[in-house]
């Protein structure tokens, strides 16, 4: 069976984040390049989308930031022994340079978090969210 940084080392990059790493290469050969790569520049945003954004920036977010990421997760009262050998096992594939590189060529900065920080994470960009929702009045609507 193959090993997780096996398989990941075989995904190829989506579209998008290899035009974008020639974009850059041109970039740094001195070329102006207006980025067009990433995202969907000929589709408009949703109206609603377009407001609660105009409403976030009118409302005291102008610098509202957020940066996605991808985690590792285990069940709720998985053994902390369990936890611990996902956790050396990542590390291992962490440090392994075809690892890392497969990542990057995906578009991810992978990094080792300790698993006991998850939870604050979730905390603080819950609290984040449900701020900025308050704020802008963003609802469900049925």
Do not use: C
Not at 101 to 113: H, R, T, V
Not at 127 to 139: C, D, E, K, Q, S
Request: proline letters at 8%; a negative charge; glycine letters at 8%.
């Amino acid at each position: 069976m193959m090993d997780f940084a096996e398989r990941v080392v075989k995904l190829v990059p989506e579209g998008a984040y290899s035009m974008l790493g020639k974009a850059q290469a041109l970039e740094a050969a001195g070329r102006e390049i207006i980025h067009l790569e990433i995202g969907q520049p000929d589709v408009p945003t949703f109206e609603n989308i377009a407001q609660a954004g105009i409403r976030a920036i009118e409302q005291g977010f102008p610098d509202f930031v957020w940066e996605p990421w991808s985690a590792l997760l285990a069940p709720a009262h998985t053994p902390p022994a369990a936890v611990a050998s996902l956790q050396s096992a990542m590390q291992q594939a962490l440090a392994a340079a075809d690892f890392r590189e497969g990542l990057a060529n995906l578009g991810f900065d992978p990094i080792d978090e300790d698993p006991k920080a998850f939870p604050a994470l979730l905390r603080e960009e819950t609290a984040m969210f449900r701020r900025l929702v308050g704020r802008i009045g963003l609802r469900i609507e049925r």
